[in-house]
């Protein structure tokens, strides 16, 4: 009896312990790490490029095409308006003056003003590339009226020095952009000077200035000497929405001046911009060239602006190429650009007094927004800090 008890208490554990083995739940297969959701690569400019396997899997086994980004619009950008520009970029005009602003106030704070300090003033200005003539006469007049004021206060220091520095820079000098379409007739702006002086960068930057003051405009690319002064405009242009028409390269200047007056006057475009080529050796083939470029506009229509681009850091050797420009083309405003790269901010009153003709914008960086139409008290200040 005993055993079969025990026989019997043997069969249940083992009956309990199969059990037990069978009903244990079995180790899960461990699932994979998930896989980064697959985007397709969307480059800058349009093009979409597949993950690896997508494109290694025949179609039917392509996993369905991810919903698609849409196509980015190029970005209008809204550049800012050109009033008050130069005073927001009075920091760079004053990186790059204040050095001559700073001596000049410091030798007229002198106790004494000797022969030494007055030709020491003098020598200051003259380096800033104001010109002999303009340097001796404010140096003249400042000299008068220190004599005449006895002691000086450095607030009385800096409102002589300013004063004498603005009315040579010519306070009431027209310096108005005419660019205002006349009814349903665009103005036409020319734009010339030697290559590398930055022309090509000011009709993009001029674009912007107007379009930044709600002005629609029309860029023609009249430099055909160089494909890549086209390519410039049309980048510049693209980023305002501003059309840019343009020929091959080697085309007829003056028809590709032509078709974008036309194209301006078609598309009722307030203000049309046209990029002229400078690299010509004789000033006969210049005059021929622009002569012809300037003939077909005003075919048109009449010329409002020709802008000389001259570029500040080139001295008396840009003054020389000014003076042939200014001979083949009636300029009507000078645009100086590279004035943050010189302390010779003195070469505005030197061109317009060379020229006859007003300083109107300033280029003051590579950043599109650094050019700023010119305002002599402004510029003034910024020379001479605050
Ligand atoms: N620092 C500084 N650089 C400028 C300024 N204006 C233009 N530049 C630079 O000067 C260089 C020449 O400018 P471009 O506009 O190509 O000169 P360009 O006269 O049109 O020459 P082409 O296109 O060959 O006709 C570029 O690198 C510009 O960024 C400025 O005000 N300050």
Redesign the pocket.
């Known amino acids: 009896m005993e055993y079969v008890i025990l026989i019997a208490g043997l069969a249940v554990l083992l009956v309990v312990a199969g059990g037990a083995l069978l009903l244990r739940p079995g180790r899960r297969k461990q699932a994979p790490p998930a896989e980064p959701p697959q985007t397709p690569d969307i480059r800058p400019g349009g093009t979409t490029t597949l993950p690896e396997e997508d494109r290694a899997a025949p179609p039917a086994e392509r996993a369905p095409p991810a919903e698609r980004a849409p196509a980015r619009a190029p970005e209008i950008e809204k550049p800012p308006p050109g009033a008050g520009r130069l005073v927001r970029l009075r920091a760079r005009l004053a990186r790059s003056q204040s050095g001559f602003g700073r001596t000049l106030l410091g030798l007229l704070s002198r106790d004494v003003l000797d022969d030494d300090a007055w030709e020491e003033i003098e020598d200051t200005l003259i380096g800033a590339d104001i010109g002999v003539t303009v340097s001796r006469q404010i140096t003249d007049d400042l000299r008068t009226r220190v004599q005449v004021l006895g002691t000086r206060s450095p607030e009385e220091v800096r409102a002589l020095l300013k004063e004498e520095l603005v009315k040579q820079i010519g306070p009431d000098l027209d310096r108005t952009l005419r660019t205002a379409p006349h009814g349903d007739r665009p103005a036409v702006v020319m734009v010339v ?10 009709c993009g930057k001029l674009g912007r200035v107007l379009v930044g003051d709600g002005r629609t405009v029309l860029l023609g690319a009249a ?1 055909t000497f ?1 494909a ?2 086209a390519d ?1 405009l049309e980048t510049w242009g693209s980023r305002v929405g501003a059309p840019v028409v343009r020929k091959d390269e080697g085309a007829d200047p003056a028809s590709v001046a032509f078709d974008a007056v036309k194209q301006g006057i078609d598309g009722k475009i307030d203000t049309v911009i046209v ?1 002229t ?3 010509l050796h004789t000033k006969t083939g210049l005059m021929d060239e622009l002569g012809k470029v300037k003939r077909v506009i005003e075919k048109q229509a009449p010329i409002d602006e020709i802008l000389l ?1 001259l570029d500040a850091t080139t001295g008396q050797n840009g003054m020389q190429q000014a003076r042939v420009f200014a001979e083949v083309v009636n300029v009507t405003g000078v645009v100086l ?5 010189t302390a010779k901010g003195g070469i505005v009153v030197q061109v317009q007094r060379e020229l006859g003709v007003p300083v109107k914008l300033v ?4 950043g599109p927004d ?2 700023a139409p010119f305002e002599p008290e402004a510029f003034v200040d910024a020379i001479l800090g605050d």
Do not use: C
């Not at 000077?193 to 000011?202: D, R, S, Y």
């Not at 650009?337 to 790269?341: F, I, P, S």
């Not at 280029?363 to 590579?366: K, N, S």
């Open positions: 000077g030697v290559n590398g002086t930055g022309k090509t960068t000011t430099d160089r890549a002064a410039q990029d080529a400078g690299r681009v650009t590279k004035l943050d790269g280029g003051l960086g590579e650094d050019l």
